[in-house]
């Protein structure tokens, strides 16, 4: 009992001591980049000096920023093992390449379609993107290669993460940049951090102030816990409505600490900038003979079969909103949940984008869904 009581004082200080970095899963699972000539930065925001992130000037948002166009570079995780390591090249990395436009696409997409092809432009953010998968199996391709199996004019344009990752952003973006290709169909895709902000909900994020004695004196409580940093399984209270928290809280946590004072209430959906912006979008598709939907995707927290999902009721509102205004509306939300553990969708323990298998549990809801959308095209 001694010798126990002894290693758990010697962890504690361990701990105590920086030797374990509890509060940063990226001292294990470290995300990283590199330039095409594998030259290491740790941010993306440092992909600036090398010429991968350039100045948005379209962006209703200023200052802005998107990636650069016809550039290579790389996405690299360091500690993963298994099949997540067997996922990515020798390096732990996966490559990412823009066209002319900054997107992750092919070039031949960048520009006017030729007659008689059909083109779904995906709007959104890095689920869209395909952030942390290979550009094959993130949904929008993999969605064109199930409809190509019955049509082959039709192509999906990828134009996540392209300078826009609001939903006002992707009116503005389809408005000013992305209508060059000429999509037939327009599909906004949200995700929850789009319209809330949803770090506030997170078991993660809690204060330590709100946890027992125990947990806010022992860091290695609080570790054999799983208070910290990412969680499958959410520490929350299932009867409590935490989107009602986040709709309630003050104006200062809705300041978005990439752009102080410019991103406030109006811009999340308690605000109402997300419903305008969803107008806007449909009104230009109607008004050019295109046709328009909205996916919503959820956040990969507490999905996994006997873990709860606190956003459930946020998915609910968007679809009502979308039914309302004549929106035809995929919530991906039913094809994730209670199917396997959360962390197992993760790209890595420390990046909770959906990996290549939650991709491709989406797609076939997805691909129905966009395939009523094409039936919709005016003819």
């Known amino acids: 009992m001694f010798g126990v009581l002894i290693a758990l004082v010697a962890l504690e200080l361990a701990l105590r001591g920086g030797m374990i970095d509890e509060d940063n899963l990226h001292a294990e699972y470290e995300l990283y980049f590199e330039t095409e000539d594998r030259i290491r930065f740790e941010n993306a925001e440092d992909g600036g000096q090398y010429g991968l992130i350039v100045p948005d000037p379209n962006n209703p948002r200023q200052p802005a920023f998107r990636f650069a166009p016809n550039a290579t570079f790389y996405l690299c995780y360091s500690g993963l093992d298994g099949e997540r390591a067997a996922y990515f090249d020798e390096r732990g990395c996966v490559e990412c390449a823009t066209n002319s436009l900054g997107m992750r696409e092919r070039e031949e997409l960048a520009g006017p379609k030729p007659d008689g092809q059909t083109r779904v432009l995906c ?141 406030g209430r109006e811009g ?59 929106i035809p509306f995929c919530d991906v939300l039913p094809e994730l949940v209670d199917k396997v553990s959360t962390h197992e969708l993760w790209v890595s323990p420390a990046d909770y984008h959906g990996n290549a298998r939650a991709q491709e549990m989406a797609t076939p809801k997805l691909t129905a869904w966009i395939d009523s959308l094409i039936r919709m095209i005016p003819r």
Request: charged share 25%.
């Open 123 to 263: 709007i959104g953010d890095s689920f869209t993107f395909g952030w942390g998968v290979k550009v094959e199996d993130a949904w929008p391709r993999r969605v064109e290669r199930e409809l190509r199996r019955q049509d082959d004019s039709v192509r999906t344009v990828n134009a996540g993460a392209a300078g826009a990752i609001f939903v006002d952003e992707y009116y503005a973006a389809l408005d000013e940049r992305f209508h060059v290709v000429e999509p037939d169909v327009v599909v906004f895709t949200i995700c929850l951090n789009d319209i809330l902000p949803t770090s506030l909900a997170l078991a993660h994020h809690r204060s330590k102030n709100d946890l027992p004695w125990i947990f806010r004196v022992s860091k290695l409580a609080r570790r054999v816990n799983n208070v910290y940093p990412l969680q499958d399984v959410l520490t929350l209270d299932p009867e409590h409505d935490y989107i009602q928290d986040l709709f309630d809280s003050p104006d200062e946590v809705y300041q978005w600490p990439l752009w102080p004072a410019q991103k």
């Open 268 to 326: 999340f959906w308690v605000g109402g900038g997300p419903q305008e912006a969803l107008i806007a979008a449909r009104d230009w598709c109607q008004e050019r003979g295109k046709v328009f939907g909205v996916a919503i995707w959820p956040y990969f927290q507490g999905l996994g079969p006997d873990e709860w999902y606190p956003f459930t009721r946020i998915h609910t509102l968007v679809g009502e909103f979308c039914l309302e205004n004549d």
